[in-house]
């Protein structure tokens, strides 16, 4: 079962600001939340993980709610080539091989 | 070298056949994965590898047989598969516990006529 719940789909305009978001209410403590995207004919990409603080990376910012319970994947400036099909997954500390789930993820449309 | 590589890039097979995948990565990861991606969907988690040994294998039947014959390579051995195994075998890596993000390889995609 997915732990984590995402839109099915979202648009966005090329260089604009994009926020997918995730739930994932059943969150352990020692939970990361991790993020990969899948470009189309290719594999999945990690793009991002977190635990409890906000992380910034080259490719993406996570915003981390303080309870935990959802996050946000912040694209900064949306380009035609970040449109993929975005995973928002959790993966335990120590229980790290058991219960990983990609949930049903969001495919992001990017409109020229 | 960031990269997981797999071989073949495509497969097509009949029910009868017996045919291998191949994985290798050189990251020195020592956690390998096996999922598999039907149209659509997301990625299905088959089999986890922990330095070498299977630590899951969520209930795939036994047609698909994983192995790991060292920590750089993992095979996924294939039998009387059936069509609707066709789909997209997707190979990742990560080092073991902590945040472990995973690289997937481009993934094998498999037609079973």
């Known amino acids: 079962d997915a732990k984590t719940t995402q839109p099915n789909s979202m648009e966005s305009n090329e260089e604009e600001p994009v926020h997918l978001p995730c739930n994932h209410s059943t969150i352990s403590g020692t939970d990361y939340i991790h993020w990969y995207r899948q470009l189309p004919s290719q594999g999945p990409e990690y793009v991002i993980h977190g635990l409890t603080s906000n992380v910034n990376n080259r490719m993406a910012s996570l915003a981390i709610a303080e309870d935990r319970k959802s996050s946000t994947l912040i694209l900064h400036r949306a380009t035609l080539r970040d449109a993929a099909v975005y995973y928002c997954?959790?993966?335990?500390?120590?229980?790290?091989?058991?219960?990983?789930?990609f949930g049903t993820g969001t495919r992001l449309t990017v409109i020229p | 070298d960031t990269e997981v590589t797999q071989t073949p890039k495509h497969l097509v097979m009949g029910m009868t056949n017996k045919k291998s995948l191949k994985c290798e990565q050189h990251?020195?990861?020592?956690?390998m994965y096996w999922y598999k991606q039907k149209a659509k969907k997301p990625p299905e988690l088959m089999f986890v590898?922990?330095?070498?040994?299977?630590?899951i294998n969520e209930s795939v039947p036994s047609r698909f047989s994983p192995e790991c014959p060292n920590s750089s390579l993992l095979n996924l051995h294939l039998h009387a598969l059936q069509p609707e195994d066709s789909a997209l075998y997707l190979c990742?890596?990560?080092?073991?516990?902590?945040?472990?993000?995973?690289?997937f390889g481009p993934g094998t995609r498999l037609t079973v006529l």
């Open positions: 997954i959790l993966r335990g500390a120590y229980d790290w091989a058991n219960n990983l789930f």
């Open positions: 990251m020195g990861h020592r956690a």
């Open positions: 990742a890596s990560s080092q073991i516990g902590g945040a472990g993000e995973q690289f």
């Open positions: 590898y922990s330095y070498e040994k299977l630590s």
